[in-house]
């Protein structure tokens, strides 16, 4: 068994999703759960740190860069981390008397691209929200329900996921049959309080 580190706040009432929250490369899972006191009462929300230790945080897969210092990233080790994330979600449902059909997914830049690869391959997921983020092009045969809600945001402004890859993400979803909400705000790789706002309405709209 996988030795877990995470954050969690209990729901308000029983019988509540479980909304699971995925930092971002170089972060660690106090940085979303920082928003748990503003996110709808009726999810249990859970922050799980990734299981890679950095010099300045966590990752859950390595960015790696070649001659030309161009980005990229080995698809076995990010296959690791969406068996790292399922296996959590397996045994903290099993283990907290959380309805494993009930699972949502919102991801922060590395974060959003595994909500992303593991909401639209895991078909007990019923939302995912993927913030500042990108659809891995490797992903080739989505498995969810094409009515599988899906929050998309993006900063018109990001130096570090260009704002493209959002808008080509979404209509790779929209071509595998999905219908993303997205939304797009004039900011860089962050959060600001124009997206919370409408991620909470989003959310409520789950419920």
Known sequence: ??????????????????????????????????????LPN????????????????????????????????????????????????????????????KVFLMGFSQGAMLSLSVGLTRNSIQGIAALSGYLDHRLEKPTASRNLPIYISHGSADEVVPYVWAKQSVERLKGFGYHPEFYTYTQGHGINQENLDALIEWLQKQR
């Open 1 to 38: 068994m996988h030795p877990f580190n995470y954050l969690h706040k209990e729901a308000t009432k029983s019988g509540a999703p479980l909304l699971l929250l995925l930092h971002g490369y170089g972060s660690n899972e106090a940085d979303l759960f920082s928003l748990a006191p503003y």
């Open 42 to 101: 009726d999810f249990h929300i859970v922050s799980l740190r990734a299981p890679r230790s950095l010099s300045f945080g966590y990752a859950w897969f390595p960015i790696h860069f070649d001659a030309a210092m161009e980005r990229w990233t080995d698809e076995k080790e990010v296959h690791i981390a969406i068996s790292y994330i399922n296996d959590f979600i397996d045994a903290y449902t099993s283990s907290n008397a959380i309805n494993p059909e």
